[in-house]
């Protein structure tokens, strides 16, 4: 009598004790995920706002993983489930993207129950991400916005008066561009993007322009601090 060939495969036992526990690392490491993402993060959107994230999906991540591995028929229904998802929101910058990648795969690891293994990596990452992070800030010094107003009456000549701008700020930074400057009846307003290796030289600058201009007001605005005000 011929077999019956039988496609059915019995679902594996869920243990509900090691959901628990494996939820319980992921919000470790979410937490742990969400903080580097804040200090160590350089997009330039809002850090504190888009790390709340990072939670919601290491933990769903590690839900959805643990019921499919269980049900061979629940694997190949969450293909067809999958595919009529889709998510609007754009992502600005490719490290949001790379912080998002992180999360599932954290997620992952733990749903399959390779919990040592995912600690230890996801953990040695970070720790490599922060000094890659660090060396490369410590290099770079601080990129700042220079604004720079004052009245049209002060400063006579506008084209005298950025000549004359343009050699303060060269004398105090390794790089400068001029990103925007407006002439009016009785404003004229000019933008660098600066970098600066240091504080002092931030200071010498703004004496250097304070002496130049007395009544010019002057902001600076650390480009690295944008996304957490």
Do not use: W
């Not at 002496?211 to 650390?222: C, E, N, S, V, W």
Request: with cysteine; charged share 15%; proline share 4%.
């Amino acid at each position: 009598m011929p077999q019956e060939l039988s496609l059915s495969v019995p679902d594996a036992p869920l243990s509900l004790a090691v959901l628990v526990l494996n939820l319980m690392v992921g919000v470790a490491l979410a937490l742990a995920l969400r903080l580097h993402f804040r200090f160590f993060g350089s997009t330039l959107s809002n850090r504190e706002e888009f790390a709340q994230v990072f939670p919601f999906v290491l933990l769903t991540t590690i839900l959805i993983i643990t019921v499919v591995k269980s049900s061979l028929a629940l694997s190949l229904g969450l293909v067809g489930a999958l595919s009529i998802v889709r998510f609007r929101t754009p992502i600005k910058e490719p490290e949001e993207l790379a912080y998002l990648f992180i999360a599932i795969a954290m997620g992952l690891g733990l749903g399959a129950n390779q919990t040592v293994p995912t600690v230890v990596a996801g953990l040695l990452i970070l720790v490599v991400m922060a000094v890659i992070g660090r060396l490369r800030k410590q290099r770079a010094g601080k990129n700042i916005y220079l604004s720079v107003d004052m009245a049209a009456a002060d400063t006579g000549d506008s084209a005298g008066c950025l000549e004359r701008l343009n050699e303060i700020i060269a004398r105090h930074s390794t790089n400068s561009d001029l990103r925007r400057y407006d002439v009016r009846q009785d404003l004229i307003e000019a933008t660098y993007f600066v970098d600066i290796p240091t504080t002092t030289g931030l200071s010498a600058l703004v004496g250097e322009l304070q002496q130049a201009f007395p009544a010019a007001g002057i902001t600076f605005l650390d480009q690295s601090q944008l996304p957490s005000v």
